[in-house]
């Protein structure tokens, strides 16, 4: 059993941050709530559809930007028209409208994952479930996006759940950490981040977050 004892409730336009050791059933969790994988007990959606960002981007190099995110529209049976009218949409509402004709493998990855984050949402959710979308960034770009992803987040009122193992990522972007002890994952304490939305560069000079960052790096070492 990867997970047991996890029982959360997640408040509309709230975002939740998942931290816990490698390998502990974080991804699992958001599995569960996708349903791909078997489970007990119970999840409770209360929306229609969920956004999704893999560890990996998933994105198509040989379609341009538009179609990547259009696609998800063109599966539900969309014409094509429509689709790329909405794709258009969110393009812009990740400022990447400029490059909507232009072939995926032109961008970087800090475009792939505003990118992916488009096609995530395109379908109208405003749950979004992500699993360590900065992994495979840089430190200076992963703090570029985290502050876009706070804002995009903020502004578009999307709840979302994240796994990360970035003690300072979890801080930064939630409004609460979910913390996990090892396997089998189980739900050790749930720490309010007190600090106001959307999260700037200069809340890392924060006292409230240097603490709480802190806080968890002690609660970790000791268990």
């Known amino acids: 059993m990867a997970v047991e004892k996890i029982d959360l409730v997640v408040e509309k336009d709230e975002v939740i941050a998942i931290l816990g050791p490698s390998g502990c059933g974080k991804t699992t969790v958001l ?14 959606i209360f929306c229609e559809d969920l956004g999704y960002i893999p560890q990996t981007d998933s994105l198509f190099d040989w379609l341009n930007c538009l179609d990547n995110v259009a696609l998800p529209l063109l599966l539900k049976g969309f014409s094509k028209k429509v689709a790329r009218q909405r794709a258009g949409n969110y393009l ?12 995926v493998y032109q961008l970087s990855g800090g475009m792939r994952q505003r990118l992916s984050l488009a096609r995530a949402l395109v379908s109208g959710s405003k749950f979004l479930l992500a699993d360590e979308p900065f992994i495979s960034l840089d430190a200076q770009n992963r703090r570029k996006l985290q502050i876009y992803f ?3 987040l903020e502004k578009e009122k999307i709840t979302t759940i994240f796994v990360t193992h970035s003690v300072e990522e979890a801080v930064f972007l939630a409004d609460r950490v979910v913390l996990l002890s090892s396997r089998p994952a ?11 939305k959307p999260r700037r560069v200069e809340h890392l000079s924060d006292p ?16």
């Open 31 to 44: 599995k569960a709530i996708l349903g791909l994988v078997p489970y007990m007990g119970k999840v409770q």
């Open 92 to 103: 812009e509402k990740v400022g990447l409208e400029e490059w909507a004709h232009r072939p």
């Open 150 to 152: 706070s804002e995009f």
């Open 186 to 196: 189980k739900l050790v304490q749930i720490l309010p981040v007190q600090l106001p």
């Open 208 to 223: 409230k977050y240097q603490t709480l960052v802190a806080t968890i790096y002690e609660r970790i070492f000791q268990r």
